[in-house]
């Protein structure tokens, strides 16, 4: 193909950064856009040019009258499994951002679905592409710390102050609060840098008169002896992201994006990163194009989607599809 058609579903504020890194790939082409409002599709299209657009209000209209080879989902999170289905289904491509699904039964669905078609499914945790996280990976993975044996990750927001009146404290729409949303991030860093998988998980969580989780404090056991600390509150007075990964040999600290490498007894070390060279959107189109497997797959992120379930089920958590 000349260049990978793209149809954006969902406008509002992450469609915004999925738009800057497309319309800077010379392989593809934002065709059209869909968006119920029709200021959110205005203030898209008119931000980033794409005066030559077509502009539905429901995606099946797109899917039956456009010709697209992929599809960025930015939607709700529970229209997430059913969008998906009929982007796959229909013949295309279909990058998902976070959370993939509401459950893993729908996250399976979906992967045996884009398998059986051939069709890339790509979830859009984007710091699998930022260096900080790609050097903890590899720093844990090569011994840099030794055996790992604890991490902490803790996000402070002020989510429950920026959602008021919006889809995401709705349940009906979020199906879950800042754990499902902007805490899904965080599980995914979890999982991705230290390669484990959960055996345990206990979990607190306060909603602070929303109909949706606010604050949640998880202990989880990992295999191999590993215990975490995640820490996702969402009634702070701004962003803080911190992480701690603790080996028999060293620590990683990361703090709002600085990275320092300690050792007992030593001075701390700033790490050299490696050189970012992609990005969740590039990186879709090169797999469409066959430059590269899939960096974000759906039997991973659906591993994301799984120890949400188990946290929510820890804290007791009563999740439903109702305003």
Known sequence: MEKVRIGMVGTGGISHLHASHLTEIDDAEIVSVVDPNEKNRETLISKFQLDD????????????????DAVVLCSPHTLHFEQAMDVLTS????????????SKEEAQQLIETADHLGKVLQVSYQRHFDPEFIYIREAIANGEIGELKSVTASL????????????????????GGMLMDSGSHIIDVLLW??????VDVTTQMEQHDSKVEIDSFTSIRFE???????????????WHETYVFCGENGGIFYNNGKI??????????????????????KSFVDAIL????????????????????K?????????????
């Open 53 to 68: 657009v077509r502009q539905f209000s429901d995606h099946k209209e797109m899917l039956e009258k456009m010709e697209v």
């Open 193 to 198: 840098t230290t390669g484990l998988a959960p």
């Open 290 to 309: 066959g430059k590269h497997d899939v960096f974000v797959p759906g039997q991973f992120a659906k591993e994301v989607v799984t120890l949400t379930e």
């Open 260 to 281: 320092t490498l300690r050792r007992l007894g030593e001075e701390p070390i700033t790490p050299q990163l490696p050189e970012k060279t992609t990005n969740q959107d």
């Open 156 to 175: 402070y927001q002020e989510w429950k102050q920026m959602t008021v009146g919006t889809w995401r404290q709705n349940p009906a729409l979020s199906d």
């Open 311 to 323: 946290i929510y089920q820890s804290a007791g958590y009563k999740r439903g599809l109702t305003p």
């Open 91 to 102: 013949g295309c491509h279909v990058l998902i951002e976070k959370p993939m699904a509401c």
């Open 224 to 238: 191999k002896g590993v215990v975490a600390g995640l820490n996702i509150v969402g009634y702070a007075p701004c």
